[in-house]
Nanobody
Framework: QVQLVESGGELVQAGGSLRLSCAAS????????MAWFRQAPGKEREFVAA????????AYADSVKGRFTISRDNAKNMVYLQMNSLKPDDTAVYYC????????????????WGQGTQVTVSS
């Protein structure tokens, strides 16, 4: 079983930066693909970014490419999402997720989810 706990969400002004963290527990963490999704009120959950360690591979949604960076520290069982140049459209609950297998943009293939952390970007 894998447990995920997100942190780092808060209120920030447009143009600002935030770093989200996801603490993972579980024996096979290093072999899992990890991803961030987000969900705004009244909208479907959408893919943000994903990473797998071996071989190292990342994927980003077009809407965040060049502004967000996903990274992981297997020694600490942590996954991060560095978010720069934030926009009001980035406002959402951000979820960390994990799956056995490769990187995927589809939320329904992820096996484990955190409780989410709220990011609010004011204009």
């Amino acid at each position: 079983q894998v447990q995920l706990v997100e942190s780092g969400g808060e209120l920030v002004q447009a143009g600002g930066s935030l770093r989200l963290s996801c603490a993972a527990s579980g024996h096979f963490f290093s072999s899992y693909a990890m991803a961030w999704f987000r969900q705004a009120p009244g909208k479907e959950r959408e893919f943000v970014a994903a990473i797998i360690w071996t071989p190292t591979s990342t994927a980003y949604a077009d809407s965040v490419k060049g502004r967000f960076t996903i990274s992981r520290d297997n020694a600490k069982n942590m996954v991060y999402l560095q978010m720069n140049s934030l926009k009001p459209d980035d406002t959402a609950v951000y979820y960390c997720s994990a799956r056995r297998g490769g990187v995927s943009r589809a939320y329904d293939v992820y096996d484990y989810w955190g409780q989410g952390t709220q990011v609010t970007v004011s204009s």
